[in-house]
């Protein structure tokens, strides 16, 4: 997909969302092309967001070292967020299923990477708004915050086949729910094999 395409598909999916989500799940791609987008993804927002930081790196230095690794070590945090979105598009599948929808995993990885691909075109145009001001910068990060819950919404209501908003806010309140149960899971699990090792 290249330009008038690339960009009509923006544009839907800032003002129509579902017809977006639709049009994207039309293409029917398998999961593996869509664990592929998504780690692509995941690496580019990366550099992206590594970039932003050392364009305008935080005045006190103690900040710096809290932002992680993103500042320190990108490949880590790369492998972080694939994971993370990779457990997040998990979970919206079968909490979606477990309330009656029917999306599929590649469905779901295709519209998690094209959220991606919005998320890197905003923080494309935030390197350029910080430069020149901060505080509205600022202004956008919630604005784009918000908006992109009600585009998830929108993408997981299409992609299960919900009429409502509501069920797709549902599954996405159980998704979280089951990704928090999980990571803590795994921290403990990790945590008694460290104690037991020592």
């Not at 994207?24 to 970039?51: C, D, F, H, K, Q």
């Amino acid at each position: 997909m290249a330009g008038e395409a690339f960009w009509s598909l923006v544009r839907q999916t800032v003002f129509e969302p579902r017809d977006a989500a639709r049009r994207i799940l039309s293409l029917g791609l398998p999961a593996r092309e869509g664990w592929l987008a998504l780690a692509l993804m995941a690496a580019l927002n990366t550099l992206v967001y590594s970039l932003a930081i050392r364009l305008n790196p935080p005045a006190d230095p103690a900040m710096a070292g809290m932002m992680g690794p993103a500042y320190q070590a990108p490949l880590v945090f790369a492998a972080i967020l694939f994971v993370g979105l990779a457990l997040a598009a998990l979970a919206f599948t079968h909490a979606g299923r477990a309330l009656g929808g029917e999306a599929t995993l590649g469905g779901m990885l295709s519209l998690m990477a094209w959220m991606q691909v919005m998320r890197l075109l905003v923080q494309l145009a935030l390197v350029v708004l910080a430069m020149a001001s901060p505080a509205l910068a600022g202004i956008v990060v919630m604005v784009a915050a918000l908006w992109g819950l009600w585009i998830l919404l929108a993408f997981m209501a299409e992609a299960h086949g919900y009429a409502s908003l509501w069920r797709a806010a549902g599954a996405l309140v159980i998704a979280f729910a089951g990704i928090v149960f999980g990571l803590s899971l795994l921290l403990s699990l990790v945590g008694v094999r460290v104690t037991g090792g020592i």
